[in-house]
């Protein structure tokens, strides 16, 4: 059945009851590619909730890579993974604000009509991990919306209850939608594992982009000071005003990027690129960076062991550039540093966060809000590089400004991309 495009914001239930079907953007195997080819729009049945489960009305999603990865099958397909086998389908969106609709059995703490965002982690509660260790370290362990089907690119979204967060009043819809995931993950990289305290020195690749421009934030916010690397001046001087200490261009280092295929030759000249960016570096902190917070990997990688103080840290949660690194192991033993990986966050510390968010001390950084029908274009301008910050889908709210309920500072707006 073809969606109609003009209905996206109207649902002809009451909070409580579920319609049959919805409009959704729906990856199938057979058509992983590029975002745009790869994400159709289908009529799909609305889920019931199963125990501990929620339906949420989506409002607004937020734009993550992680659907430009599904939509690639790349490193792996989506469709081996989570609920997948059982559906058939991916439908992405691993961040949202929204309605909360129908409630499963067992959930005490929401109720239809609450007004929600969702963090993107989904364990189950059987899970010992869960209950001492760490949510991230259970078995169960999936990320919504892309290791399971059912995310925010439809009009309904199926949640744990564990994943639901008060929604940020002084937020509209869209803004509220849109950090989530990468905002989260940047508190765990930099409070959780590399424990970041007051005073210290942080070095943040793509430090404009959806985990760089809270990374920054935080820092700021911490007592710490940050350099930010981008791609463009324009870039640079966002990240500034977000509190880094300064920025650099990376086109400037162009050759400091690792490809994997340097001869020895070639390796000696890379080396000798990402010692002069190392150099500025310092020059603009006034020392090595404590942390080098990672995500574009292959590229960068080398370069960030290199880079890090003695006893420093590396923490990585991403690899943009490729996942296979290679690096002078000589750096890390010798200056005796830290390699530290990160995923996400638990539910604790995603909540601790939006506290942060809800006071106005961390703000969302939005390029763009974009309608339903834009959900492939917008992944294949992440793809491609050409955004800063964050993009948000509206999805049941039909403009930027709903859904705002108190004063307060809102998002930051990103005016530059490539
Ligand atoms: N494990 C997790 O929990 C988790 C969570 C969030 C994200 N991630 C992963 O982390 C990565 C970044 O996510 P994001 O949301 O921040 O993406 P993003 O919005 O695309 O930002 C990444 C930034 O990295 C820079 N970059 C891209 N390619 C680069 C290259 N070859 N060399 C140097 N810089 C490059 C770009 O900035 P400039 O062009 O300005 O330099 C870009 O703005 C993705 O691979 C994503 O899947 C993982």
New binding site residues.
Partial sequence: MAVDLQRISTVDTEPGELPETMAAWVIRQEREGDPVDAFQLEEIEVPEPGAFEVIVRVMAAGV???NV?AAMGNPVSVFGYGDHPEYGHHIGGSDASGIVWKVGPGVTRWKPGDEVVVHCNQTSYEDPEVHGLDPMAAPSQKIWGYETTWGSFAQFTKVQAQQLLPKPANLDWAEASSYG??YF?AYRMLFNRAQLQAGQKVLI??A?????VFATQLVAAAGGQSVG????DE?GELVKQLGATDFIN?NEFSGM?RTGKEDKDAEKERFKVSRAFAKRVKEILGESPDVVFE??GQ??FPTSVFTVKTFGKVVI?????GYTLDFDVRYLWMRQKEILGS??ANAWECNLANKLIETGQIRPVLWKTMPFEDVATAHQL?KE?K??GKIAILVGAEAEGEGKTAEGPGAIRAEVGN
């Fill in positions: 993550n890579f992680n990865w995931l990468t993950t690749w793509g404009a982009g959806g985990l760089g690397v981008v791609s463009s870039k990376r990027m995500h574009v590229a960068t949660c991403g690899a943009t550039s995923h996400f992440m590089n955004h800063s």
